[in-house]
């Protein structure tokens, strides 16, 4: 906890003992582990939030636990039994009550909804709508999003891949409009797992595609979604013994060696843009500091074919992944900045594509060795960055072009600075 305190980071707490996971396919778990809170009593679950409360309060002070977040996750497993909902809904207020004794602007909410199947959604409705009727309805609602559907078996719970390339923006849509209808319009909407896929065994993580899918759906539900969370940082969380390489297909944006794979660099430059908000299309961003400067992030992310959906996550070979995608036609962006001073402009673009800063590129070119020293992750780490390129453009008749040439994949940071 000092860790993140000390970098500046707050605290987003789960109390619903998530199950410990990690999956070769959405079929096959290499480690699964589940829990329960459900047989603790609830004068015995009150004493051990109290004793939590009491402790962060005596350590952190109350200005900074309001600056927090808690939730707690409902078991999917749940879903549909008689008095689950009625059990959810008495530890959530007694979480609730006791958090804000000592921190009442501490958000508090739940529980974890799986949007995007069918049976899940069916029971959205009625479960907000008893739960906006509580004595202590939630701050937020918080939902789990992954790009699958339900398969046809009943018990294949996420054996089909969803091949919307919109799919979080339209389930987004559908979830703002379950809770309007139950009178949680004003309650804020939290995506607080998020990613391509549950697969630590999928190649297509280690690619600059993954970046771009990043930076396009972040750039798609702008203004949709109050908070949005990726799941997880770092590839060594899904570490195993079959993990030898430099790479494994882990779905963080770290690698297991430190190496920031493009999915980490999306969102570091997603990181550097300005405060202010000026416009956004299919593919770009456009923000500025309000001091003649502006920051973009554009993509050109490619749709994933049938190939892909027709090849298990585990099995997609790592030297071929061009052969998943809808096309490889490259990009011309050709941005207008309008009612901008005139006069002359840095523009400053760092790119990432599947040659520049990939990893699995650099690794390619190794032959894929699996014994790399020190000294071989040592060059990895220089060489898998982003290339800047600098050049100067001139405003006439306040209207400043910005353009941006990007191959398949590719994804781009572009900073425009006044000069003169």
């Given at each position: 906890?000092?860790?993140?305190?000390?970098?500046?980071?707050?605290?987003?707490?789960?109390?619903?003992?998530?199950p410990k996971r990690l999956y070769?396919?959405?079929?096959?778990?290499?480690?699964?582990?589940?829990?329960?809170?459900?047989?603790?009593?609830?004068?015995?679950?009150?004493?051990?939030?109290?004793?939590?409360?009491?402790?962060?309060?005596?350590?952190?002070?109350?200005?900074?636990?309001?600056?927090?977040?808690?939730?707690?996750?409902?078991?999917?497993?749940?879903?549909?039994k008689k008095g689950a909902a009625?059990?959810?809904?008495?530890?959530?207020?007694?979480?609730?009550?006791?958090?804000?004794?000592?921190?009442?602007?501490?958000?508090?909410?739940?529980?974890?909804?799986?949007?995007?199947?069918?049976?899940?959604?069916?029971?959205?409705?009625?479960?907000?709508?008893?739960?906006?009727?509580?004595?202590?309805?939630?701050?937020?609602?918080?939902?789990?999003?992954?790009?699958?559907?339900?398969?046809?078996?009943?018990?294949?719970?996420?054996?089909?891949?969803?091949?919307?390339?919109?799919?979080?923006?339209?389930?987004?849509?559908?979830?703002?409009?379950?809770?309007?209808?139950?009178?949680?319009?004003?309650?804020?909407?939290?995506?607080?797992?998020?990613?391509?896929?549950?697969?630590?065994?999928?190649?297509?993580?280690?690619?600059?595609?993954?970046?771009?899918?990043?930076?396009?759906?972040?750039?798609?539900?702008?203004?949709?979604?109050?908070?949005?969370?990726?799941?997880?940082?770092?590839?060594?969380?899904?570490?195993?013994?079959?993990?030898?390489?430099?790479?494994?297909?882990?779905?963080?944006?770290?690698?297991?060696?430190?190496?920031?794979?493009?999915?980490?660099?999306?969102?570091?430059?997603?990181?550097?843009?300005?405060?202010?908000?000026?416009?956004?299309?299919?593919?770009?961003?456009?923000?500025?500091?309000?001091?003649?400067?502006?920051?973009?992030?554009?993509?050109?992310?490619?749709?994933?074919?049938?190939?892909?959906?027709?090849?298990?996550?585990?099995?997609?070979?790592?030297?071929?992944?061009?052969?998943?995608?809808?096309?490889?036609?490259?990009?011309?962006?050709?941005?207008?900045?309008?009612?901008?001073?005139?006069?002359?402009?840095?523009?400053?673009?760092?790119?990432?594509?599947?040659?520049?800063?990939?990893?699995?590129?650099?690794?390619?070119?190794?032959?894929?060795?699996?014994?790399?020293?020190?000294?071989?992750?040592?060059?990895?780490?220089?060489?898998?960055?982003?290339?800047?390129?600098?050049?100067?453009?001139?405003?006439?008749?306040?209207?400043?072009?910005?353009?941006?040439?990007?191959?398949?994949?590719?994804?781009?940071?572009?900073?425009?600075?006044?000069?003169?």
């Amino acid at each position: 906890m000092i860790f993140l305190l000390e970098h500046e980071l707050k605290p987003y707490i789960e109390l619903g003992l998530k199950p410990k996971r990690l999956y070769r396919d959405v079929q096959n778990a290499i480690i699964e582990e589940r829990h329960n809170i459900y047989h603790i009593e609830v004068p015995a679950y009150r004493k051990v939030i109290s004793a939590m409360m009491r402790h962060f309060h005596n350590r952190y002070r109350r200005s900074e636990l309001n600056t927090w977040r808690m939730e707690l996750w409902f078991h999917e497993d749940q879903w549909g039994k008689k008095g689950a909902a009625e059990r959810y809904f008495e530890r959530f207020e007694v979480i609730y009550e006791t958090v804000k004794q000592y921190a009442d602007h501490l958000e508090v909410g739940g529980c974890g909804l799986r949007i995007g199947f069918s049976d899940i959604e069916s029971q959205t409705l009625p479960f907000l709508r008893q739960w906006s009727e509580q004595n202590c309805p939630p701050d937020f609602i918080s939902v789990l999003y992954y790009p699958y559907e339900r398969g046809e078996v009943n018990q294949d719970r996420y054996s089909r891949r969803s091949s919307d390339n919109e799919g979080m923006m339209h389930k987004v849509a559908v979830m703002r409009e379950i809770m309007g209808k139950a009178g949680m319009s004003r309650t804020k909407l939290y995506i607080t797992e998020w990613n391509l896929t549950v697969s630590d065994r999928n190649y297509i993580n280690d690619t600059c595609f993954k970046g771009a899918y990043i930076v396009k759906n972040i750039i798609d539900n702008y203004g949709q979604l109050d908070l949005l969370a990726y799941f997880f940082g770092s590839d060594r969380v899904s570490e195993y013994f079959d993990s030898r390489g430099l790479l494994h297909g882990g779905s963080g944006l770290i690698s297991k060696d430190g190496i920031l794979k493009p999915a980490g660099y999306a969102f570091r430059f997603l990181s550097w843009l300005y405060n202010y908000f000026v416009v956004k299309g299919k593919n770009f961003i456009v923000t500025t500091d309000g001091h003649d400067s502006y920051a973009i992030v554009c993509h050109n992310q490619k749709a994933l074919n049938y190939n892909y959906y027709l090849t298990r996550e585990d099995e997609i070979p790592k030297d071929s992944i061009w052969k998943y995608f809808e096309d490889q036609e490259s990009l011309h962006l050709n941005l207008q900045l309008k009612d901008v001073k005139n006069g002359k402009y840095q523009v400053k673009t760092y790119q990432i594509n599947e040659k520049i800063g990939s990893p699995i590129h650099f690794w390619a070119e190794m032959g894929f060795e699996t014994e790399l020293s020190r000294k071989d992750i040592a060059y990895l780490q220089r060489v898998c960055g982003p290339r800047l390129t600098i050049r100067t453009e001139q405003a006439s008749e306040h209207t400043l072009p910005i353009v941006c040439n990007m191959k398949a994949n590719e994804f781009c940071f572009i900073r425009v600075r006044k000069l003169s």
